[in-house]
């Protein structure tokens, strides 16, 4: 997957709790994005990064915040978890010299 | 509205065949297409990209097309292996690093 990490890869959590997700890469690329992943939706864009401290939405960013203190890792943010939120969540990075982009293996997130 | 999407939500082809995999878009400014392919509890991996000012693109076993008069992407896999079922997303560029992904075809290779 391209040295890129998502942890946990499993969660079940309870309506109204805050989830952090992580991503992790080792390839130093410019770009992250997070996208989530639901039955009869294509991959919709939660929030994306151009930088370390740079982020901005994209078209599902409601419900959800993110950060990115290092180049390495994004942090995506769930402050108080709904039952809407129950989806796998990949992470994806881009060196922006090309649109290619390479996916996480993702986190499955249930909310009770 | 705008929409990324996808003729056939599932496709089984007998192995050996060859498999077409479509796919429809609206915006006409898009100029940048990738197929992902996803296999069962695993991210989207890249396959193939084309840019709108090419019609044709070839890979390893894997053609993809472009006709932008028609706004139509056509994804075709020769002689397919068991290997190739999966799940095929194409995705279309609209602004900058941002994708917009269609939700998906099933290919079933048939032993």
């Known amino acids: 997957d391209a040295g890129i990490t998502q942890s946990p890869r499993h969660k079940v959590t309870e309506t109204g709790t805050p989830v952090t997700l992580r991503c992790h890469q080792t390839?130093?690329?410019?770009?992250m994005y997070w996208y989530r992943q639901d039955p009869g939706h294509g991959l919709r864009l939660i929030h994306y990064?151009?930088?370390?401290?740079?982020?901005d939405k994209g078209e599902v960013s409601d419900g959800y915040s993110v950060s990115r203190s290092k180049t390495e890792d994004f942090l995506l943010t769930l402050e108080s978890a709904t039952s809407s939120q129950t989806s796998v969540y990949f992470c994806?990075?881009?060196?922006?010299?090309?649109?290619?982009?390479?996916f996480g293996p993702g986190t499955r997130l249930t909310v009770t | 509205g705008e929409s990324v999407g996808l003729h056939l939500p599932t496709l089984s082809v007998q192995e050996g065949d060859n498999s077409i995999i479509n796919c429809a878009y609206s915006?006409?400014?898009?100029?940048?297409f990738i197929w992902y392919k996803q296999e069962s509890g695993k991210g989207p991996q890249f396959i193939i990209d084309?840019?709108?000012?090419?019609d044709k693109r070839q890979g390893q076993r894997v053609t993809v097309l472009l006709n932008k008069t028609v706004k139509h992407l056509s994804l075709q896999i020769a002689a397919t292996q068991p290997g190739d079922s999966a799940v095929y997303f194409c995705?279309?560029?609209?602004?900058?690093?941002?994708?917009?992904f269609g939700t998906g075809t099933s290919l079933t290779v048939i032993p």
């Open positions: 994806a990075i881009s060196d922006g010299k090309d649109y290619e982009q390479y």
């Open positions: 390839e130093n690329h410019r770009y």
């Open positions: 990064s151009y930088g370390v401290k740079d982020t």
């Open positions: 915006n006409s400014a898009s100029d940048y």
């Open positions: 084309i840019r709108s000012n090419m």
């Open positions: 995705a279309e560029n609209r602004a900058g690093n941002q994708f917009y």
